[in-house]
């Protein structure tokens, strides 16, 4: 967004829509993001399909746009079952070769690979600790962590955490794969394992305050 524009709010990062709402900077690039931004973004999820969902679409992520990401979205559940891991885990080499020749997903073998892969573990882990989410919400930030203010410039120093580091770890560890630090915190913004919302933004209240309502799923096993 450029200076000049009139929708440009005076507080950078964020940007006034046509309809009014004060938006993070990238929530107002496409008509998806914001549809993305206002509605599901930061939000606490406790499902683990939707949890692997989103953390294999970080992973499909890396090196593109998220927006083709979005716009393939629909056409990724189909491929993979909803993301249900428990089927997924049962994908044989004839499934990747359907996959790689599927047009509406991101054709690469070593993502496709690795989603196939970290459902087999997802798997194990549900099983170790109760579910997947009792294992994520365990690297949740404690407030002291998270900045006083988060504004744009703090944002952007934002690519990954102490927490999201020792995550990485943890899940390659267990086997995971394109699973590092920046994903992993890409991951945690969009859970809703931190408000990334930039002040002044109009999702933030509502998000936090579903963050402060949430229910933390309680682990059965320690990491």
């Known amino acids: ?5 009139p929708r440009a709010s005076a507080v950078p990062g964020l940007v006034c829509g046509k309809d009014g709402l004060t938006r993070c900077f990238w929530g107002s690039k496409h008509p998806d993001y914001a549809t993305y931004h206002d509605r599901e973004w930061g939000l606490p999820v406790a499902d683990d399909r939707l949890l692997f969902e ?11 746009s998220w927006l083709t990401i979005l716009r393939k979205r629909e056409s990724f559940r189909e491929a993979f079952c909803g993301f249900d891991f428990d089927r997924i885990a049962s994908f044989s080499k004839q499934d990747v070769g359907r996959l790689l020749a599927n047009p509406g997903i991101v054709r690469h073998r070593g993502k496709i690979e690795a989603t196939i ?19 994520f919400w365990q ?48 991951f945690m913004q969009a859970m809703g394992m931190v408000n990334d919302h930039i002040e002044g933004c109009h999702a933030r209240p509502r998000v936090e305050e579903r963050r402060r309502l949430f229910i933390r799923p309680a682990s059965v096993a320690s990491s």
């Open 1 to 5: 967004m450029e200076p000049s524009d």
């Open 117 to 135: 892969n970290n459902a087999r573990r997802a798997r194990e882990m549900a099983s170790q600790y109760g579910s997947l989410a009792a294992f």
């Open 54 to 64: 989103k953390i294999c679409l970080e992973g499909f992520q890396s090196g593109l």
């Open 139 to 186: 690297w949740e930030p404690k407030t002291s962590a998270r900045p006083s203010r988060l504004d744009y410039s703090t944002l952007l120093t934002l690519t990954s955490s102490p927490e999201s580091t020792s995550m990485s770890r943890a899940l390659k560890r267990r086997g995971w794969r394109f699973v590092g630090p920046t994903t992993a915190y890409a």
